[in-house]
């Protein structure tokens, strides 16, 4: 397992987590979203009527299977540790958040990535802002930023997402009462048992690796560490090659799936998606990744994300996707609405207010003076 921790090793990881996720490309996730962290998290939400968005809905086994997959190997390394108490509701704040940022740009960073080997100029773009957004949270970490240390808790504490999860998983498979898209993104699924144990198998590497994709960039600009973006270079070099091999390259900034060029926004909506990672630590699949290894506090954060995707779509701040005129409709060009470009405005105010409102050195100097 240690071998996983060496560069060598984080490059192995990032390849077999490419290939996985061209597995799940090549058996029915849609195009450009073989994984996405964010969307996956927002489908789950419309398949329990959170939100009515109907192309949008579908219980992923995905997400379950990260979650488990982190609970289970850390299980089995003695790595599992029930910990909480570390500013829970600005966590779920931060959550929350994330996924408005991730919907407006229509995926989170590991879909950037996707999208990126793919040829979708829009998501280079948007590389700009996951930059600007996690240098942000850097500096202020820089400055003394911290929401506070996780306490150790019950054992049975940190396993409650995990064994919920698994439970919903279990209850959707028997009963079929969840909603499910007949178009759309949510339509497009693998078959459930080679996503869940895609899924777990990412989920595990993904906990020995510590793979984050804001974390990447942060460690860089504090530490000139670069070994966290290893594993997604490497990973983003399997989804070229398999993008190229099986057509689905195209260099463009239009006609790309389920996405806009609506670049202002695209920058805008990832850059609160590294802010708010970084102040949380760690991306959307991060924190999944830290929920299933014991903190509550990640659980409370990935609340924030699920009730985030329904607040996005049932209040029309998701972005929509463009799409090219037909016989039946006319062109769209995609992108957020007034509305949700507003409240993305005054969802980074936020991330500034908890950054400066956290300022623990600040805090010290004040009260010594």
Same mark, same amino acid.
């Given at each position: 397992?240690?071998?996983?921790?060496?560069?060598?090793?984080?490059?192995?990881?990032?390849?077999?987590?490419?290939?996985?996720?061209?597995?799940?490309?090549?058996?029915?996730?849609?195009?450009?979203?073989?994984?996405?962290?964010?969307?996956?998290?927002?489908?789950?939400?419309?398949?329990?009527?959170?939100? %009515?968005?109907?192309?949008?809905?579908? $219980?992923?086994?995905?997400?379950?299977?990260?979650?488990?997959?982190?609970?289970?190997?850390?299980?089995?390394?003695?790595?599992?540790?029930?910990?909480?108490?570390?500013?829970?509701?600005?966590?779920?704040?931060?959550?929350?958040?994330?996924?408005?940022?991730?919907?407006?740009?229509?995926?989170?960073? *590991?879909?950037?990535?996707?999208?990126?080997?793919?040829?979708?100029?829009?998501?280079?773009?948007?590389?700009?802002?996951?930059?600007?957004?996690? =240098? %942000?949270?850097?500096?202020?970490?820089?400055?003394?930023?911290? !929401?506070?240390?996780?306490?150790?808790?019950? &054992?049975?504490?940190?396993?409650?997402?995990?064994?919920? *999860?698994?439970?919903?998983?279990?209850?959707?498979?028997?009963?079929?009462?969840?909603?499910?898209?007949?178009?759309?993104?949510?339509?497009?699924?693998?078959?459930?048992?080679?996503?869940?144990?895609?899924?777990?198998?990412?989920?595990?590497?993904?906990?020995?690796?510590?793979?984050?994709?804001?974390?990447?960039?942060?460690?860089?600009?504090?530490?000139?560490?670069?070994?966290?973006?290893?594993?997604?270079?490497?990973?983003?070099?399997?989804?070229?090659?398999?993008?190229?091999?099986?057509?689905?390259? &195209?260099?463009?900034?239009?006609?790309?799936? =389920?996405?806009?060029?609506?670049?202002?926004?695209?920058?805008?909506? !990832?850059?609160?998606?590294?802010?708010?990672?970084?102040?949380?630590?760690?991306?959307?699949?991060?924190?999944?990744?830290?929920?299933?290894?014991?903190?509550?506090? +990640?659980?409370?954060? $990935?609340?924030?994300?699920?009730?985030?995707? +329904?607040?996005?779509?049932?209040?029309?701040?998701?972005?929509?996707?463009?799409?090219?005129? %037909?016989?039946?409709?006319? +062109?769209?060009?995609?992108?957020?609405?007034?509305?949700?470009?507003?409240?993305?405005?005054?969802?980074?105010?936020?991330?500034?207010?908890?950054?400066?409102?956290?300022?623990? &050195?600040?805090?010290?100097?004040?009260?010594?003076?």
């Amino acid at each position: 397992m240690d071998f996983l921790n060496s560069k060598q090793g984080l490059i192995v990881a990032g390849l077999i987590v490419g290939a996985l996720t061209a597995v799940l490309a090549a058996t029915g996730n849609p195009a450009n979203m073989a994984i996405c962290a964010a969307c996956f998290i927002r489908d789950m939400a419309g398949s329990m009527y959170l939100h %009515t968005a109907a192309p949008v809905q579908y $219980f992923r086994p995905e997400i379950v299977g990260f979650v488990a997959g982190s609970f289970l190997i850390a299980v089995a390394t003695k790595e599992y540790r029930s910990t909480a108490g570390s500013s829970p509701m600005i966590r779920f704040v931060l959550g929350f958040i994330m996924m408005l940022g991730a919907l407006v740009f229509l995926g989170c960073p *590991l879909r950037m990535v996707i999208r990126m080997s793919a040829g979708d100029l829009n998501a280079w773009v948007a590389l700009i802002g996951l930059a600007a957004g996690a =240098i %942000t949270g850097a500096v202020f970490l820089k400055q003394g930023f911290s !929401l506070g240390r996780e306490v150790d808790t019950n &054992k049975a504490t940190g396993a409650v997402l995990p064994i919920i *999860l698994v439970v919903l998983l279990i209850i959707g498979l028997a009963t079929g009462a969840y909603a499910a898209s007949e178009k759309g993104p949510g339509s497009m699924h693998a078959p459930v048992a080679v996503a869940l144990i895609v899924a777990l198998v990412i989920g595990a590497i993904a906990q020995k690796t510590r793979i984050c994709f804001v974390g990447g960039i942060r460690n860089l600009f504090l530490m000139k560490d670069y070994t966290l973006l290893l594993p997604i270079a490497s990973l983003f070099v399997v989804m070229l090659v398999f993008n190229i091999a099986t057509g689905g390259f &195209k260099a463009s900034f239009d006609g790309q799936p =389920i996405a806009h060029s609506q670049h202002i926004w695209n920058i805008l909506g !990832l850059y609160a998606v590294g802010f708010g990672g970084v102040l949380a630590g760690g991306c959307p699949l991060r924190q999944m990744v830290l929920a299933g290894q014991g903190s509550s506090d +990640a659980a409370i954060t $990935f609340v924030g994300m699920l009730v985030g995707a +329904a607040f996005a779509h049932n209040f029309g701040i998701a972005s929509a996707a463009a799409a090219a005129a %037909t016989a039946e409709t006319e +062109a769209v060009v995609g992108g957020p609405t007034i509305v949700g470009q507003v409240v993305l405005v005054a969802s980074i105010a936020v991330l500034f207010i908890i950054a400066v409102t956290n300022l623990r &050195k600040r805090k010290v100097v004040a009260t010594a003076e």
